[in-house]
T-cell receptor, first 113, second 118 residues
């Protein structure tokens, strides 16, 4: 089955700096890659996603890049703010009838004021 | 739109009892719902895929007789943890795909249910 690796597991940045989180996946048939932000005790919130026919997508301070050949995708957050502090998960969706999401292990991002 | 609710939001039960968790899609029809379990400081692990009107598909290592899933309508799936034990204590989260947006892959997550087994 699909395997998603996520790095780093923890990331601490100063307010205003950029943060980058990287993920790799194993299933070349995977075609949808969402990123989620999860605050303690809350549901995962979709913050951005990218489909396999696109190499980059941006939404204000957040961007995602996808390299299908290398099977990796990255989340970029610019001008970080303390409220960006949370756990971020990448995920990969395998095709076929099940449409199962496989999650990375998560990255705890801390933005220091 | 695309709101998923779960009930209860938290539950405490005694070891050996059964607990039912409901997952509802409030404003869309969900032919497929997913049940995840999340232990503290860990990722979401898919337990099973629930398809309306058919049996659930369980992930490897998940006991189907212990975690009973019923998806009787397009807006409701239930997860029953039978004979719960302390090691079943976890955060259970459901998600749903919008049948009307089948071409889109986004899953909508419920708020989660915190289960504590004493």
């Amino acid at each position: 089955g699909e395997n998603v690796e996520q790095h780093p597991s923890t990331l601490s940045v100063q307010e205003g700096d950029s943060a980058v989180i990287k993920c790799t996946y194993s299933d070349s048939a995977s075609n949808y890659f969402p990123w989620y932000k999860q605050e303690l005790g809350k549901r995962p919130q979709l913050i951005i996603d990218i489909r396999s026919n696109v190499g980059e997508k941006k939404d204000q301070r957040i961007a995602v890049t996808l390299n299908k050949t290398a099977k990796h995708f990255s989340l970029h957050i610019t001008e970080t703010q303390p409220e960006d502090s949370a756990v971020y998960f990448c995920a990969s969706l395998s095709g076929g009838s099940n449409y199962k999401l496989t999650f990375g292990k998560g990255t705890l991002l801390t933005v220091n004021p | 739109g695309a709101v998923v609710s779960q009930h209860p939001s938290w539950v405490i039960c005694k070891s050996g009892t059964s607990v039912k968790i409901e997952c509802r899609s409030l404003d869309f029809q969900a032919t497929t719902m997913f049940w995840y379990r999340q232990f503290p400081k860990q990722s979401l692990m898919l337990m099973a895929t629930s398809n309306e009107g058919s049996k659930a598909t369980y992930e490897q290592g998940v006991e189907k007789d212990k975690f009973l899933i019923n998806h009787a309508s397009l807006t409701l799936s239930t997860l029953t943890v039978t004979s719960a034990h302390p090691e079943d204590s976890s955060f259970y989260i459901c998600s749903a795909r919008d049948w009307g947006l089948a071409a889109h892959n986004e899953q909508f997550f419920g708020p989660g249910t915190r289960l504590t087994v004493l």
